[in-house]
Nanobody, 125 residues
Framework: QVQLVESGGGLVQTGGSLRLSCAASGGRFSTYGMGWFRQAPGKEREFVAGISWTVSTTDYADSVKGRFAISRDNAKNTVDLQMNSLKPEDTAVYYC??????????????????WGKGTLVTVSS
């Protein structure tokens, strides 16, 4: 079983930046595909970014491409999401998710195996 704990959420103004971090424990982190998802009030959970367990592949939703960057540190068992040029429509609870072992992340929330409890990001206009 993998446990995931997100941190780094908060309130930021439009155009600002935040860095989310997800700490993993309980599994062989380096073998898990990792993803960040978000869920705004009244909306379905949606894919934001993913990174393969080989670290060779990253993937982004069109809405965040060029503004967000996902990275992972397999030595520290962490996966981060750097968010720049934030917009009010980025306001949501952000979740870290894992799939594995030796499985690629899935853009579908239902396809991920493990989830954190989420961290709230609020972007004010």
């Amino acid at each position: 079983q993998v446990q995931l704990v997100e941190s780094g959420g908060g309130l930021v103004q439009t155009g600002g930046s935040l860095r989310l971090s997800c700490a993993a424990s309980g599994g062989r982190f380096s073998t898990y595909g990792m993803g960040w998802f978000r869920q705004a009030p009244g909306k379905e959970r949606e894919f934001v970014a993913g990174i393969s367990w080989t670290v060779s592949t990253t993937d982004y939703a069109d809405s965040v491409k060029g503004r967000f960057a996902i990275s992972r540190d397999n030595a520290k068992n962490t996966v981060d999401l750097q968010m720049n040029s934030l917009k009010p429509e980025d306001t949501a609870v952000y979740y870290c998710a894992a799939k594995g072992p030796y499985r690629a992340y899935d853009r579908r929330a239902a396809g991920m195996d493990y989830w954190g409890k989420g961290t709230l990001v609020t972007v004010s206009s």
